[in-house]
């Protein structure tokens, strides 16, 4: 058996809600991250799909160490992070690495590309020595396909993909095992997303990375993920495999989203069922009690405001076997073959 590289258990981030200027006063919690728990596995991706405040990001965060969990476990390699400092939690920094949502915002603009990709080794000049540094970062430029000769520009002369290739060359500099993509393509042109996804699914291979990669949009995960958790306010609705998730969801939330990705065969439009949500996203400072979802469910009953659904196999599913047999933390997790278009994301 595989052992996985990331173990993560009922990770859970709450921010203080304060009322008052002079003397603050806390009077309640945002609860962005609620017991979260999953495995990744070395070389597996696993996409986290969401809509915008339901988590994703305060998740990246907890994963690379730029925020401390509330309460909750994160294993790498079988050692718990959660507690490290010093040295040790700098030795396994650098095997985490990010790649952030916005490549306009999150570079320097008075950095030159080659100080931007090469900062890392500040921190850690162990991973390149400095008479090394100029040729390790041509080498990156190289690698995520941009010019090495670039290396002196600074970054308003690149393009919105282009730039996100340097978000990634960066994220690359110190060899991570690990890198945690949080919408790393929304920012980008539709027709710049696919040359983006593409490039980082090379790049697994030749650099064996796990990655987790989040996206507010079902179909942008598809193409390069293994398997897919989809969140709602802030816990995971559905696990599964690619399959599972886009063929055989059985949480109405994952179904829902599903119903809404574009299909351009007009044939298969036709067969399929548009579900639309009513109400808006509840505040995760005041979350609904049971499921979470239930106040925009429409196979929500008593039990779902009384007790909370676990992410568990659905017993049924579980007897019978087959694609519906995987994790929903719905009451009446029921399969529904979805109608989406195959093949290619
Ligand atoms: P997503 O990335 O899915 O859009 P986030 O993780 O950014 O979601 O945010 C989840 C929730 O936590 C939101 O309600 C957001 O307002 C809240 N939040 C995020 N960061 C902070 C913070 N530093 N302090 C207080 N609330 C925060
Ligand atoms: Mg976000």
């Known amino acids: ?16 809600l304060t009322r008052g200027i002079v003397v603050r006063k806390q009077v309640g919690a945002i609860r962005a991250v609620d017991t979260v728990s999953f495995d990744l596995m070395r070389g597996e991706t696993l ?14 965060k907890l994963l ?17 992070i959660t507690e490290l400092s010093g040295r040790a939690l700098k030795a396994v920094r650098r095997n985490i690495q990010m790649v952030f949502q916005d490549p306009y915002t999150s570079l320097n603009p008075r950095m030159t590309v080659g100080d931007i990709i090469g900062e890392p080794y500040d921190i850690h000049p162990e991973v390149a020595p400095k008479g090394d540094r100029r040729r390790r970062v041509q080498e990156l430029l190289d690698v995520v396909g941009l010019n090495p000769e670039y290396i ?3 970054p308003h002369q ?13 994220g690359l500099a110190l060899n991570p095992e690990i890198i945690i993509c949080d919408e790393p393509v929304s920012a980008l042109d539709v027709s710049v997303q696919a040359q983006v996804i593409n490039l980082m699914d090379r790049l697994q291979d030749e650099f064996r990375l796990s990655y987790v990669f989040i996206a507010h949009d079902l179909s942008v995960v598809r ?17 599964g495999t690619e399959e599972q998730i886009y063929a055989y969801p059985t949480h109405p939330y994952t ?4 119903s809404a990705v574009p299909v351009p065969d007009p044939e298969l439009r036709e067969l399929r069922e548009r579900i639309l949500l009513s109400g808006d996203v509840p505040s995760p400072a005041d979350p609904p009690s049971g499921c979470r979802f239930r106040t925009r469910c429409w196979k929500a009953q008593e039990i779902c405001a009384l007790e909370t659904p676990p992410l568990a196999v659905p017993e049924r599913a579980a007897a019978a076997g ?7 933390a719905c009451h009446f997790a029921e399969e529904k073959p979805a109608v989406v278009p195959t093949g290619g994301g």
Do not use: W
Request: net charge positive; with cysteine.
């Open 47 to 60: 996409g986290v799909v969401g809509e915008s405040g339901c988590g994703k990001s305060t998740l990246a």
């Open 223 to 239: 193409h390069i993920s293994d398997r897919v958790a989809v969140m709602y306010l802030g816990r995971f609705a559905e696990t």
């Open 152 to 154: 002196n520009r600074y």
């Open 1 to 16: 058996m595989p052992e996985p590289i990331l173990e993560v258990r009922d990770l859970a981030k709450l921010y203080p």
């Open 255 to 258: 179904q829902a989203l599903l």
């Open 64 to 80: 690379v160490n730029l925020e401390r969990p509330t309460s909750g476990r994160i294993r790498f390699k079988g050692q718990d």
């Open 158 to 170: 690149f393009s919105g993909g282009q730039r996100q290739r340097i978000g990634i060359a960066r």
């Open 322 to 328: 087959g694609p519906a047999a995987h994790p929903s």
